[in-house]
């Protein structure tokens, strides 16, 4: 079982940044793939980023690379999400999500997360 709270979100403007944190209980965090994903008003919730449970690869959105990078402290169970270059198009509620133990696939649809936190919103004023 895996408990995730997400915090840093909040109101920023357009070229600023922001780092989202994720921080998960349960002692066995790092067998866990992570992934970020995003829901803005009136819209299905979209992947993010996500870094496999090594920590040694790492995939993006194309409207996120180059401006996002998701990183992981195992020592400290927690993810990391940093935003550059922020944009209107940014805003929308943030969400972590944990898929099973040592679980490899594509990460980019929910279906393959078990565990997901509450989000934190992020909005990116013009």
């Known amino acids: 079982q895996l408990e995730l709270v997400e915090s840093g979100g909040g109101l920023v403007q357009a070229g600023g940044s922001l780092r989202l944190s994720c921080a998960a209980s349960?002692?066995?965090?790092?067998?866990?793939?992570m992934g970020w994903f995003r829901q803005a008003p009136g819209k299905e919730r979209e992947f993010v980023a996500a870094?496999?449970?090594?920590?040694?690869?790492?995939y993006y959105a194309d409207s996120v690379k180059g401006r996002f990078t998701i990183s992981r402290d195992n020592a400290k169970n927690t993810v990391y999400l940093q935003m550059n270059s922020l944009k209107p198009e940014d805003t929308a509620v943030y969400y972590c999500?944990?898929?099973?133990?040592?679980?490899?696939?594509?990460?980019?649809?929910?279906?393959?997360?078990?565990?997901w936190g509450q989000g934190t919103q992020v909005t990116v004023s013009s």
């Open positions: 999500a944990a898929t099973g133990t040592y679980y490899s696939g594509s990460y980019y649809y929910t279906s393959e997360y078990s565990y």
């Open positions: 349960g002692r066995t965090f790092s067998s866990y793939a």
């Open positions: 870094i496999n449970w090594s920590g040694d690869s790492t």
